[in-house]
């Protein structure tokens, strides 16, 4: 019998496709700003984020980003098997 809430482990890989979802995406805000304003992203990050770095972090994300939307948006759709999930 599935307890409330699902498995610990389908609960578990939920809440890391959550916090790395969040993740990905203030990593997309900070690198998409690193291209925009280098000038004020390298010195916030103290020169750790160049232009360059910026645009290879920008272009990369966006297959993980892309895989853990499709898995978020399916665990949302698949929910139905499992009520009170999210
Ligand atoms: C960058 C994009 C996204 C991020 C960072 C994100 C993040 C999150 C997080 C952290 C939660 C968990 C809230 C909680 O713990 O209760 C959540 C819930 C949810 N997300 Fe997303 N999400 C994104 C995109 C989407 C998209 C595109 C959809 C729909 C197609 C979606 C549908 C939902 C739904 C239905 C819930 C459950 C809400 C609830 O029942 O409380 N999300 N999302
Ligand atoms: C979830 C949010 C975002 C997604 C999914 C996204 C996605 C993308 C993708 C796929 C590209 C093409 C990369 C390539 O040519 O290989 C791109 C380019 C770019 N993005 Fe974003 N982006 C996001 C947010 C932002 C933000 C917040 C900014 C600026 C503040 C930004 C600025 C740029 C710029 C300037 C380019 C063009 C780079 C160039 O080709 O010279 N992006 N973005």
Known sequence: MIPSGGTRLSR???EWV???L????FLFLVSGMGITEPNLMNAITLR?????????IHSWLLYPF???LVTHIY???SRKNNRKEN
């Open 12 to 14: 578990q890989i939920r």
């Open 48 to 56: 750790l984020l160049t232009k360059e770095t910026s645009y290879k």
């Open 66 to 68: 892309t895989a853990l």
């Open 75 to 77: 665990l949302k759709i």
């Open 22 to 25: 969040l993740v990905a995406t």
């Open 18 to 20: 959550h916090t790395l």
